[in-house]
């Protein structure tokens, strides 16, 4: 089991400039949950998926976010365009139903800084 | 709504020491509550977790955490601190019915020797 694995490990980007980060589930997993971390906010959830669909989206922070789940296999998270506010560590986490919360597993986190 | 507080920013504990973390929590009714930890540059470990029954509760690593419900608190506890116990500390609320959890916003541990 590779554990949920994260794309890029580390980014840096000029502001104005598109960030895709990926995420790749536990396989089996059919929940999907993208969290960003910072100093002042701590662990924010951003949005989650359920079998590739997205259920709760309330935590993005604006428009210039976006996130899909094309497939079980695979998500991202864009931001465009992009400023130095969304530096960050980015971390994508799966579940499989019928675990509760006893199969949360966490990916490395993507460390975002936006220049 | 939910939310968690942990009320220390930073604690530093000299090794051998017992160590104590905060954990306090808003929901409605009976909560799941977990602690994860962080080394720096990873992702989150699961330390925990209580769902029911009794209220304390083992983890991993030798940690141990009670759930009061009086006081909304579900605090972290290790009787020896190590060096390598250095981290960053997270506890999290989630909904009985829900799946998504919610973070406090962390407590860093420094150990000193």
């Known amino acids: 089991d590779a554990g949920v694995i994260q794309s890029p490990r580390h980014e840096v980007t000029e502001m104005g400039q598109e960030v895709t980060l990926r995420c790749k589930p536990i396989s089996g997993h059919d929940y999907l949950f993208w969290y960003r971390q910072t100093m002042m906010r701590g662990l924010e959830l951003l949005i989650y998926?359920?079998?590739?669909?997205?259920?709760?989206d309330s935590g993005m922070p604006e428009d210039r976010f976006s996130a899909k789940m094309p497939n079980a296999s695979f998500s991202t998270l864009k931001i465009q365009p992009s400023e130095p506010r969304d530096s960050a560590v980015y971390f994508c986490?799966?579940?499989?139903?019928?675990?509760?919360?006893?199969?949360?597993?966490f990916g490395s986190g993507t460390r975002l800084t936006v220049v | 709504a939910q939310s968690v507080t942990q009320p220390d920013i930073h604690i530093t504990v000299s090794e051998g020491a017992s160590l104590e973390l905060r954990c306090n929590y808003s929901y409605g009714a009976t909560p799941y509550l977990f602690w994860y930890v962080q080394s720096p540059g990873q992702g989150l470990q699961l330390l925990l977790k209580y769902f029911s029954g009794d209220t304390l509760v083992q983890g991993i690593k030798g940690f141990e955490a009670e759930f009061k419900r009086s006081q909304s608190s579900f605090n972290l506890r290790k009787p020896s601190v190590h060096w390598s116990d250095a981290a960053e500390y997270f506890c999290a609320v989630g909904e009985k019915a829900g799946t998504a959890l919610i973070f406090g916003k962390g407590t860093t541990l420094s150990v000193s020797s």
């Open positions: 986490a799966s579940r499989v139903t019928g675990t509760g919360f006893q199969g949360y597993t």
């Open positions: 998926f359920n079998n590739n669909v997205p259920i709760d």
